[in-house]
């Protein structure tokens, strides 16, 4: 039983794909697009989040829209190269807005006072700031953000997976290339925004 809740855990999509996993990740991506915009944290791409000197509403919109279509498009492009199945849009997008639901807790930990005082961090007091109580609580809280991202790469990996029919070295290669590829044009894309 134990196994089962893990395997589900870390591999969602043999239960759940195509237009049911993309109402749930579209419905993710808003409620997280409104935590962001009142916490006042960004998503630089997808493997980064802080603060930015663009707080306009349509900003948190775009961010979150990229590190979803970014990684949808290029798994689409390249689940059609690579896999012998036929590869659903509705499955890739789905499974890929699905796979964002974890970021839903960075934005929860961003509304905590410890991460409120580090987004409101100069460059100036960036030394005394290790001397304030709230610091180990931020650093704490960061590492939580990192195993956050890491649960939201292995969603990814296993939407890839799952939507393209991707197996063996095809698919850690591609993965790995296309995810590297995803987050340098995220932060480019989303770096136009401010």
């Not at 349509?58 to 829209?65: D, F, K, M």
């Not at 590869?87 to 890929?96: E, N, P």
């Not at 509304?111 to 290790?130: I, K, S």
Request: charged fraction near 10%; aromatic fraction near 16%.
């Amino acid at each position: 039983m134990k196994n089962r809740f893990w395997k589900s855990a870390l591999n969602p999509f043999e239960r759940i794909a195509g237009v049911k996993a993309l109402l749930w990740g579209l419905a993710a991506m808003v409620v997280s697009t409104v935590i962001s915009y009142f916490s006042g944290w960004h998503y630089h791409g997808m493997l980064h989040f802080g603060p930015a000197p663009n707080n306009e509403w349509w900003c948190y919109a775009v961010e979150h829209l990229t590190v979803w279509l970014v990684p949808a498009v290029v798994f689409y492009i390249g689940g059609r190269i690579l896999s012998p199945s036929r590869i659903r849009l509705s499955d890739v997008f789905g499974t890929t807005a699905f796979a964002q639901i974890p970021l839903l807790l960075m934005g929860v930990v961003s509304f905590l006072p410890p991460m409120q005082a580090l987004n409101g961090l100069t460059e100036q007091n960036a030394l005394q700031a290790v001397t304030q109580p709230w610091f180990m609580m931020a650093m704490f809280l960061s590492v939580f953000v990192v195993v956050v991202i890491a649960i939201n790469i292995v969603w990814m990996y296993n939407a890839l997976k799952v939507s393209c029919n991707l197996s063996g070295y095809k698919l850690r290669v591609f993965f790995i290339v296309a995810y590297i590829g995803c987050d340098v044009a995220c932060r480019y894309i989303i770096a136009a925004c401010y």
